[in-house]
């Protein structure tokens, strides 16, 4: 018997794991990852294009003459070149203070609101250098500072010039910001996307996959094996990449049909051989089971061993026209499984198979576990009947003498439900999937008891009988416990 598993369910579109799911994550990942390069790297270039911007200032505000009042003890420059250019206008934050070398005089030409002693003081004690430089000035914030010396009216001087480093900080934390929020909303933007482009693209992929699943759900274990499923030419194109697992598909679709169509025919020809083979055999059986008992009949004039020997030939003779007659059933029910379906009283059923069943061997323990209510199914009782003998003469043959045997009946679900347990060795794990296959024999653990006999059709011909009924049959063992259950609509 062949266990047909459902197919499982299809994952959601976005599910864990899935294709879609993956390319969608990825290709954001990418714009991300792009968008995030891109927005550092014009962060990185405007603070740079700011920075020298700001650094070009200090350099022509340092290059310019001067004029003002004087400190600290220093005589300022009081006169200004108008060729020059004008200074930084006020409010700017520009810082310039002159200073001789090694001095500590000093003449603040141009000095901010807040600025502390302190903070000049900071100033004043920077070096020389050509190169600019940001300091926290005490008072004032963040400055961009450049110290140079120069000589003014003859006198060697050191200039102090410093801005505000707000003036590249302020509109870079602006772009910051404004940065975030456009690499946020392409994100955003690029994720749904994404989605959309993703299951556009996957639909053909989709359809190839319910393709499959129908396929999978065909009834391909019987029948002549066609396989009416193809996937749609549109996605069966060879021209990009789903198309040809869509075109290799209906290829292998092609040849699966091919090779169930020639089992199919391979398989109706060795039934037709087998049941041709099986009625020719009748007659001849008859003949030898006939003119073995007419000559057993004179065995005052035999010797001993001649009329055992004749008796040998009469039980293997019927023991041949048994199988016989079940290979004729099994043609039968292959070929067109006709039955005389009418209400039948299961209950009288089982009670008659067990009485024979306890008189055929007394030395098992036969129960019964029948219900109140009289239990009416919709089956043929000459074949529903020889279903739970197969089964009573299955536990009897393969167990030992003293197991106890329960045959049992309900209803539910619609269908009357027969059980036949035994507490045997139990059915053996390398057999259990095909012991519903004919001539399967279990003598690897089932006991066969003394002068049983199998021939390796009785639970297939109980298979076949009950599926021509519209019902299922169905195993559990382990050691001593089996149970076989047969369920047939009720009527």
Known sequence: MTLQHPPAAAPSAMGKGTLSRQLVVRTTALVAAVTVALSLFTALASFQILQRQLDERLQNAISRPVG???????????????????????GSGLIRIERLPQS????????????VDEGIAKLLALEVSNDPQTIAVPGVGLYRVLVQEREWRGVQ?????????????????????MAALLTVGAILLSYVGAIRVVERSLRPLKRLAATAHQVSNLPL????????????????????????????????LDNVEGALAARHRSETKVRQFVADASHELRNPLASIRGYAELTRRGSDVLPDDTTHALGRIEAESERMSALVQDLLLLARLDSEPTLELEPTDVTEIILNAVSDARAASPDHIWSLELPEDVVMAKADAHRLHQVVTNLL?????????????TTSLSASGGFAEVRVSDNGPGVPAEIRDSVFERFTRADVSRVRQAGGSSTGLGLAIVTAVIHAHGGDVRLESEPGRTTFTVRVPLA
């Open 68 to 90: 003002g009042g004087g400190g600290g003890g220093m005589d300022a420059p009081s006169e200004t070149d108008p060729d020059d250019g004008a200074a930084d206008p006020a």
């Open 104 to 115: 500590n005089k000093y003449a603040p030409v141009s000095i901010p609101d807040g600025l």
């Open 221 to 252: 274990d019987r029948g002549e094996g066609q396989v009416p499923v193809r996937v749609a030419p549109a996605d069966a194109d060879p021209a990009n990449e789903v198309g040809q697992v869509g075109a290799a598909f209906n290829h292998m």
């Open 157 to 177: 001087v050191v200039s102090v010039v410093g801005l505000p480093y707000s003036e590249v900080t302020r509109p870079m934390s602006s772009q910051l910001i």
């Open 393 to 405: 003469a299955n536990a009897r043959t393969h167990t030992p003498a003293g197991t106890r045997v």
